[in-house]
C-alpha cells in the first residue's frame, strides 16, 4: 500500500511504494538548511501526483543534483540524485565504481502523511566533513 506525502500547503503530492527503515540527518550545510530528514528509494518507488511546474529545482553543486521544493510554500519535498550511497558503504572505491546514471529518490520524512515518523530510526552523517 501506496504512503502518501505533501508539502505544507499540498500543491505538492506524492506517493512512495516503500516503508522507511531508517531516515538520513545530514549535518552538511544544505541539509541542515533544509531541515530535512532524508529517507531513500528507487525512482521507481516514487511518484509525483502533482505537476512538476508545481516545485522548484535548486542545485547548488552539480547538475545531476536535483532538489525539489514547493513553490508555493517553500518546503523541502523530494531529490533526485545519482546514488552516492557507494560513498558510505565502500569509500575507498567509491569513486572508481561510481555511476552518475544510477538515481536514487530522497525524500523529506517530515512530509509522510498518517505515517508514524517517531518510528523510523534516524543515522546521523557527518557530510560537513565528509562530502
Same mark, same amino acid.
Given at each position: %500500500? *501506496? ?8 500543491? =505538492? &503530492? ?17 541539509? =541542515?538548511?533544509? @531541515?530535512?530528514?532524508?529517507?531513500? @528509494?528507487?525512482? $521507481? ?6 505537476? %512538476? ?7 547548488? =553543486? ?16 523530494? #531529490?533526485? +540524485? ?5 560513498? %558510505?558503504?565502500?569509500?575507498? +572505491? ?5 555511476? *552518475? #546514471?544510477?538515481?536514487?529518490? #530522497?525524500? +523529506? ?8 515518523? &517517531? ?6 552523517? $557527518? ?5
Amino acid at each position: %500500500m *501506496p504512503i502518501k506525502g505533501s508539502c505544507h500547503c499540498g500543491a =505538492t &503530492q506524492f506517493e512512495i511504494d516503500f516503508t522507511p527503515e531508517s531516515a538520513t540527518r545530514c549535518n552538511c550545510t544544505f541539509c =541542515t538548511k533544509r @531541515g530535512a530528514l532524508w529517507i531513500y @528509494g528507487e525512482p $521507481d518507488k516514487f511518484r509525483l501526483l502533482t505537476p %512538476m511546474d508545481a516545485n522548484t529545482r535548486y542545485s547548488p =553543486t552539480w547538475e545531476e543534483n536535483k532538489h525539489y521544493f514547493c513553490a508555493t510554500c517553500g518546503c523541502t519535498t523530494f #531529490s533526485d +540524485n545519482p546514488d552516492y550511497s557507494l560513498f %558510505m558503504t565502500d569509500p575507498e +572505491n567509491a569513486e572508481a565504481n561510481f555511476d *552518475p #546514471s544510477k538515481r536514487r529518490i #530522497s525524500v +523529506n520524512l517530515w512530509l509522510l502523511d498518517d505515517f508514524d515518523i &517517531q518510528s523510523v530510526p534516524i543515522e546521523h552523517i $557527518d557530510g560537513r566533513n565528509g562530502w
